[in-house]
């Protein structure tokens, strides 16, 4: 509405509600995850690979890991998508994709709204290039 400030231009917007308003309720599955699984928390320990820093860590689905990867290292690099899910132990298809969608939404969206919150203009842009990359099927 005239004086709000939009935070998502308002194709995107109405895309990102098309997207929540079809999505369906159902039961899911919550396990430990990390909540900010990425290269910085990773440390090579004589080549056995060690996760740190639990800050964030709680119990959600496990595709709450995936999607900062998704959009980050793994955008546009699809043998080291392919090497990272062989090491996983099963490839992307095989989780929840309404898990996944509502995932990629929430976290796209959610740093945009922190971003501006603390004034990291650059934060806040990464966002909206999250929520642009899902809309477009990038990622």
């Not at 599955?29 to 964030?56: A, C, K, M, S």
Request: no cysteine; aromatic share 8%; net charge negative.
């Amino acid at each position: 509405t005239a004086g709000r400030l939009a935070l998502l231009d308002p194709t995107a917007l109405s895309a990102t509600r098309q997207h929540l308003t079809g999505m369906r309720a159902h039961p899911v599955e919550v396990r430990f995850t990390h909540g900010d699984y990425q290269p910085r928390n990773w440390l090579d320990d004589h080549g056995t690979l060690r996760v740190i820093d639990f800050g964030r860590a709680a119990q959600r689905p496990v595709e709450s890991d995936l999607i900062r990867l998704l959009h980050q290292q793994l955008a546009g690099a699809p043998i080291l998508r392919d090497a990272f899910f062989a090491g996983y132990g099963h490839s992307l298809d095989k989780f929840d994709p309404d898990i996944l969608n509502a995932e990629h939404l929430l976290q796209s969206v959610s740093t945009v709204v922190w971003a501006h919150q603390v004034g990291d203009q650059a934060f806040e842009d990464k966002g909206r290039a999250m929520v642009e990359s899902f809309l477009s099927g990038e990622v």
